[in-house]
């Protein structure tokens, strides 16, 4: 990101553009009809980052049916680390915390969250941050930088791939990301993507504790590297693609099957599939209806949203507080 993001404006972390705050509407249901890409993309202009770390990532999927590099310990870091790096990085730091100011907490574990978040690959806080409220702003009309209106691959992945001059405008994190890049840890996270450096390391450091674990065990350095390996693919690689796709997800087919609480001027659902596999943030409708409620579930009492219970958990341990309440609604 350009280094002249560290001249913007400061402003309160609670300044949040109003037209941000929730998409309830006393109209009828909101009508899904196809819309066109964000004008400001550029289909022949590839972002070959984002493409090319989505495609390797993918090219090593067949390894999963290497024997050698299978580990129970591997296959059970996968759901554990989704919820450690994405339900508490993603759902509870980058957007409960950072875009939406859900809550609050020391900024010790502000930065923890945010680290956590950096280690799901999905961009740089600032940058996530800025892209989500502009979503929010736009929601499922044109200026949406990931609807699936336009098609579900675009909606899921397809927009990463190209150009969008709109998400790289200085203008553009003035608005929607000042209050984040006013600290000076986000604006070290742009500089050189010193977050991809920080992802790489925590993918180095998963290798090598599996490589003393594994020497341990085994007593040769052949089993140490084969755990290593096992712990980086399945701990690291594959829980990254799950990561990514789980959160596409709730983008995409979070925006096309579903059922409603709210009525809300956008095409927002409640896909249970995709709440699951967040621990909570896919319970969308309801979120789009309340942008700034700590709970995305429980608007109903099935709505199990366990990043929201662990949010609640460091409130009794005096971690976290100020949780926005739901509104009722008539």
């Known amino acids: 990101m350009p280094s002249q993001l560290v001249g913007l404006n400061q ?11 929730n998409h309830l509407s006393s109209d009828a249901l909101y009508a899904a009809d196809p819309i066109a890409r964000p004008s400001s993309t550029d289909q022949t202009r590839f972002q070959w980052p984002y493409l090319t770390a989505v495609v390797f990532f993918h090219l090593l999927l067949p390894l999963a049916f290497v024997p050698w590099l299978f580990s129970w310990t591997g296959l ?36 923890t969250f945010a680290l956590l978040g950096i280690c799901s690959l999905q961009d740089s806080p600032a940058r996530w941050v800025m892209i989500h409220r502009l979503h929010h702003q736009y929601s499922d009309h044109q200026a949406d930088p990931h609807s699936p209106l336009v098609n579900w691959f675009w909606g899921h992945v397809g927009w990463l791939f190209v150009q969008n001059r709109e998400l790289s405008k200085l203008s553009t994190y003035e608005r929607y990301a000042r209050d984040i890049l006013q600290d000076r840890f986000y604006r070290r996270m742009e500089r050189n993507a010193f977050w991809v450096w920080i992802y790489a390391a ?14 341990v065990l085994t007593g040769t350095w052949q089993g140490g590297v084969q755990f290593g390996l096992s712990l980086l693919l399945y701990g690291v690689i594959f829980r990254t693609i799950f990561s990514w796709h789980v959160t596409w997800g709730v983008n995409s087919l979070a925006h096309m099957w579903g059922y409603r609480n709210y009525k809300t001027d ?65």
């Open 11 to 21: 402003v309160s972390p609670d300044a949040l553009p109003e037209d941000l705050e």
């Open 76 to 111: 059970v870091l996968i759901p554990v680390g989704n919820y450690l790096f994405c339900s508490l990085g993603i759902g509870g730091g980058y957007h409960r915390l950072l875009t939406h100011r859900s809550y609050r907490c020391p900024k010790w574990l502000e930065h």
């Open 202 to 215: 925590h993918a180095l450091l998963f290798y090598l504790v599996g490589v003393a674990l594994g020497f």
């Open 266 to 330: 956008d095409n927002s659902r409640n896909n249970w599939f995709f709440a699951l596999a967040t621990n909570g943030d896919g319970w969308h409708n309801n979120h789009h209806a309340e942008p700034r409620c700590a709970a995305h579930g429980f608007h109903r009492w099935w709505e199990l949203d366990v990043t929201y219970l662990t949010l609640r958990v460091l409130s009794v341990l005096g971690l976290t507080w100020d949780l926005v309440p739901r509104r009722r609604h008539s």
